[in-house]
């Protein structure tokens, strides 16, 4: 399984965007990056996933780059509810969805 | 439809009980998981179904017992459990056990050990 990176900590202001950073410099060449997150007393939520290339949607977008060695998670527009831990996640050929230790973001407002 | 229901929220029981912890989804998913989750840890992995046949066990005690009895019900069947297995416990579905699915969580069962 490919191994990732990410900072324990990020704080951002209340509608100022966030970048989350991973590193996963192993990753396999039909690996997917997928990103969850985790509110307070809440399970995982899916954000996004990707491959190769950007992929948007109405929560975030995902940025990865072009060797695929790194991606970068951008929140627009961050709000108080995007307070969670944000988890960076390589898909596996045995299927298996492994959690890292993830990053806490906390938003000010 | 988008949601994994589990049951109960709560769960108190001693290591010499038996009880089990239920997951369901209507969402038409075949694949449905459960993962253990300490406090402040990421979720950990324990098991996996795929169309009601058990895919993946990620060498969990046998104290543990998964059962999935049809494509929308998955429960997990606790007895003698150890205060260290005090966590909370999600389970998650799928469309399919595949590298790109998207997996929706329940918001899970807090068990504690006494």
């Known amino acids: 399984d490919a191994k990732t990176t990410q900072p324990n900590s990020m704080e951002s202001n209340e509608e100022e965007p966030v970048h989350l950073p991973c590193n996963h410099s192993t990753i396999s060449g039909t690996d997917y990056i997928h990103w969850y997150r985790q509110l307070p007393s809440q399970g995982p939520e899916y954000v996004i996933h990707?491959?190769?290339s950007n992929v948007n949607n109405r929560m975030a977008s995902l940025a990865i780059a072009e060797d695929r060695k790194s991606s970068t998670l951008i929140l627009h527009r961050a709000t108080l509810r995007d307070a969670a831990v944000y988890y960076c996640i390589p898909s596996s050929r045995d299927y298996k969805l492994s959690f890292g230790a993830g990053t806490t973001v906390t938003v000010r407002a | 439809d988008t949601e994994v229901t589990q049951t109960p929220k709560h769960l108190v029981m001693g290591m010499t009980n038996k009880k089990s912890l239920k997951c369901e989804q209507h969402?038409?998913?075949?694949?449905m998981y459960w993962y253990k989750q300490k406090a402040k840890k990421p979720p950990e992995l324990m098991f996996v179904y795929s169309y009601e046949k058990l895919s993946i066990n990620e060498s969990v005690p046998s104290r543990f017992s998964p059962e999935c009895p049809n494509s929308s019900l998955l429960n997990l069947h606790l007895h003698a459990l150890q205060p260290e297995d005090s966590a909370l416990y999600l389970c998650a579905s799928s469309q399919l056990l595949a590298t790109n699915e998207k997996l929706f969580f329940g918001s899970g069962t807090q068990l504690s050990v006494l």
């Open positions: 969402m038409g998913h075949r694949a």
């Open positions: 990707g491959l190769t």
